[in-house]
C-alpha cells in the first residue's frame, strides 16, 4: 500500500518530537521536577512510539519500548521509586529508543541484543518492587518485555452481513454445506442470553449481536417476555427481556459464538449449549401471537394486548431479514433430552465482573504546551470536519515557489511606490493609497508565507543533550549542557543543515575545550564544565552560539600548525583574533593535525563551507584559560533581503543594509598603509581595515576619483570594515538569488538579484571578503 | 447514510492511519487529539461511533469516556477502545467508565470495520 510510506513519515516526524520531549521532560525531572503529570508525559510518548512501530512492525523497537513503558509504568504507580539511578537508566533508554526508531528509519538492523542490558535492568527493577502484583498492572502484564501479547489482536471480529458484500467466508450463510469439503453434519446450538443493566449502560444493544450471530449460521430468536411489567410499573432502563437463540451451522464453534458476546461478557448471563445435530427438522409452527419484527421492537400495542398467560408464552422474533429468506423461518424443537428447564439451571453468569479500580484521574496540566501548533504538523487529516490541529502536508517545493513569487511582489511593489513622483502623488491620491495598501498586504503575505516554513530550532538542540552525555562518558570529563533561546524559529531548509555544524561544534567544545575534572578544579573553576547553546534573532539574521568555559584556543599550537601548513606566511604575525580564525582556513586542519595540535580545528573547515553553503557565517572567539565562543550567523532565509545599492566601477553591487554601520565620504589621502600591505582608515579613534571593492573584483580603477565614498559595516565579532565604493545609489529591497544554484560560488559574493531595470547586482558577502582579506594578507 | 465515526489519540500517525482506513470504507471522519477536545466535538456534532485512545495528555480516554457518559446525551452511543493494553484491567476500566468494547493497536482494518459494524446499527 502506497500510504504506507505517508503513514511512517508521519510516523518517524512524531517520534522525533516525541523524542525532543522526553529529552525535555528528563531535564526537567533531571532538576528535581517529578511531578505525576510530567511521568504521565514520558509514559505516553515511550507508549506512543510503540503504538506506532508495532503497526509498522518494528519488533525491535516494539520490544524495547514495552520493557521500557513497563517500567515508566511502575513508577508511574509509584511503585518503583525514581531514584536517580533509575533516572539515568531512563535517560539511557530514551538515547537507545532513539537509536531503534533511526534504525527503522534508516531500514538498518542493529545488533540483535541492542538494548539487552537496560532491558535486563527494567526487568530487574521491576520484578524487584516491593509485591508481586504487578502482574496484573495496568499496562504490561508480567511477560517481561515478551511482547507477543501486544501484537494479539485477541478476537476475531466477525464480518457481519451488512450489504451481502462481505459474508463471512467460513460459512457462507446460504451455502452451508460448501463450506467444508467434508461435509459434515449441521450443528445446532443453543444460547441463553440475559442482559443485565450494566450491558445498555455501555451502549451495547441485543440486537447487534443477534445481527451478528445470524452471520454464523441459521439462527432462531426467542424473547422472554414474562418480566415485562404493565406500562405504568415499566422503567425504559430496566431489563425485563431475556432470549433463547438457537444456531444452526456445521463450522460452529462455541469459541465463535463466545467471541459475539465479548464486549458484553460480564454485564449479561449467558449460557451455551450444542444439542447436537439438527438432522431432526420439526414442522413450522407459524408463531400466532407475536408480531414478526425485525428490530425486535415491541409492538406496545399488541404487547398491551397480551394476556398474562400469553406473556408467560415465548414470543417468536425472526432473525435479520437478510440472514434468513422470509417466510422460511423454520423453527426447531428444543432436542430430546435437554430441556429448557435443565438449561435454565445451568444459568449463571460465565464470569464475574472482575473488581474495577478506579481510574486515574487525568490531571489537566495547564501548561502542557500546545506542541504541534507551534511546528507545522504533518498529519494526512484532511478529513472534513476534522477539529483539533488540522494540517495539510505540502512539497517543500511549493512552498519554495510560492515564497520566491511573494518576493518578487514585494519588490515590484516598492518599485511601483518609487515610481510614484510627487506630481503623481499629487494627482492620483486614490493610487496611492492603493499603493500602501498594497505595501501593507504584501509584508503580510511576505510574513505569513515565511512562517510556513519557519520552525523552532528545538528540533536540533533537542539532539545535542545526548551527545553532550555521550562525549562527556567517552572523555570521562563532567559537562552540562544550557540550551537557551530554543523556540527561536529559523527557516526549515536552514534547520535541516544545522545539525552536522553544531554537532561538530559541541564536539570540539566537550572533547578539547572543556578540561578534565582535575585540571578544572587545579585552574580553580567548577569541575563540571558547562557548554551553552543559545539561539536568537538579531535583526534580519540568527545567531546561533555555542560556547564553552574549557581552555579556549592553544594559539601557539594553531600558529605554528598553521605556518607549518604554509596558510600563514613565516614573517607574519597575525592577532589574537586572526589566529582563532585560523581554525576554519581550509585545508588547516588534516587527520594527522588531530594528533598534532589539541584537535580544535577537526572538522571545522567542514562546519563552515556548511554553514556557508545556506549564507551563514562563522566566528570564533577564545580566552585563554576562560574558553571560547563560536558564533554562527545565519540568514532567516528570507528571500527577500533590505539592501544598500552601490556602484563599484559601472557595475551595481548591493550591501545587505543589516551589516551596515554607516555611509560616509571621505578622501583616498585618509587611508594609511599597515606593514602587513593593508590599508586602514580612522574612524572615531578605531583603526578600521578598508578593502576597495574595485580592486578586490579584480576592476582596474578609471582614475580613481580623490574622493571615495565608504560603507561602513560591522562583520563578525564587532569587526568592523570600510567597503570603498564608487557611488551610493540607496536602499531597496531584493530578492536574493543563489549563485551557486545558478553558477558556483564565488568568494566574496553572497548571492546575485534582479534589479527593478533588469539588470543583474551581486550580493557583497562582508564577512567572507574580511576573512579572505585576513588570509591574503598574511599569505 | 454516511456513518460519522469520531476518533481520538494523540498520536498523529494513529489518527492518520485511522482516517485512512475509515475514510476508505465510506466513513466520514472526525479527529480529537485528547478527550477534551472529543468532548468538545461531541457537543458541536452527532457521531455514531467513537474510537478513542486510553493515554493521552489533558484528558484521558477514560475521563473522556466517563463524561461522555456521564452527560446522558449519549447512552447509546458506542464507544470502542483503541488501546494496546492487553491486560484485562485497562479493558476493565474502559468498561467500567462506560466503553462499548474494544480493539488492540496495532490494528488490522478489515477486523476494525467489522469490530465497528459489530457495535453501530
Known sequence: MSDLDDFKATYFDECSELLTELEEQFAAIEAGERDRERLNAVFRAIHSIKGGAGAFGFSALVGFAHAYQTLLDFVRDGRVELTDDVVTLCIRANDIVADHVNAAQSGEDLPANYGAEEKARFDAIARGETNSEAADSGDSGDEGGEIVEDFDIDFTPVMVNLDDQHGRREAPVDDVFEAS?????????????TPHRALYARAN??????????????????????????????????????????LISPTLTEEAIREVFEFVDGDCDIVIARLGDAGAVAPVREAAEAPAAADAEMDLSSLLA?????????????????????????????????SLAALADEIKPTVAPAPVKAAEPARPVASMPPAKAAAPAEGDDAGRGSVGVQSIRVDLDKVDRVVNMVGELVITQSMLTQQMDETLRARYTELVRGLEVLAQTTRGLQDSVMAIRAQPVKSVFSRMPRLVRELATKTS???????????????????????????????NSADHGIEGPDKRLAAGKPETGTIRLSAEQAGGNILIVVEDDGAGINRERVLRLARDKGIVAPDITPTDEQIDQLIFAPGFSTAEAVSDISGRGVGMDVVLSNIKKIGGSVHVRSWTGKGCRMTLRLPLTLAVLDVMLVKVGDNPYVVPLSSIVETMQCSRAAFERVPSGGRVLQVRGEYVQVIDLGQRFGMVPANAPDDQFVVLCEAEGSQKVALVVD?????????????????????????????GDGNVALIVDVQGLRTTHIHQNAA | MTLRVL???????????????????GFEVLQAEDGKQGLDVLKAQEVDVVITDINMPVMDGIEFIKHVRASGQHNSLPILILTTETSQDKRDQGKAAGGTGWIVKPFDPEKLISVIHRVVH
Open chain 1, 205 to 246: 444493544d441485543p440486537l447487534l449481536l443477534f445481527r451478528e450471530l445470524a452471520a454464523l449460521g441459521q439462527m432462531q430468536v426467542r424473547a422472554h417476555l414474562g418480566e415485562v411489567p404493565p406500562l405504568s410499573d415499566f422503567e425504559p432502563f430496566a431489563v425485563y427481556c431475556a432470549w433463547e437463540i438457537t
Open chain 2, 7 to 25: 476518533t481520538v489519540d494523540d498520536s498523529r500517525t494513529i489518527l492518520a492511519m485511522l482516517h485512512h482506513t475509515l475514510s476508505n470504507a
Open chain 1, 181 to 193: 469439503p467434508v461435509a459434515s453434519v449441521p450443528e445446532q446450538w443453543e444460547v441463553r442470553f
Open chain 1, 306 to 338: 397480551l394476556t398474562e398467560d400469553e406473556m408467560a408464552q415465548p414470543a417468536e422474533f425472526a432473525a435479520e431479514p437478510e440472514a434468513e429468506p422470509a417466510g422460511a423461518q423454520d423453527q426447531f424443537e428444543d432436542a430430546p433430552g435437554m
Open chain 1, 727 to 755: 557611488d551610493i545609489i540607496g536602499q531597496q529591497q531584493v530578492v536574493i538569488k543563489s549563485l551557486e544554484e545558478n553558477f558556483e560560488r564565488v568568494d566574496g559574493i553572497a548571492g546575485g538579484t534582479i534589479l
Open chain 1, 477 to 507: 570529563k563532567k559537562i552540562k549542557l544550557e540550551t537557551i533561546g530554543e523556540n527561536t524559529e529559523i527557516d526549515k531548509t536552514v534547520i535541516e543543515q544545522l545539525s552536522d555544524p553544531l554537532t561538530h561544534m559541541i564536539r
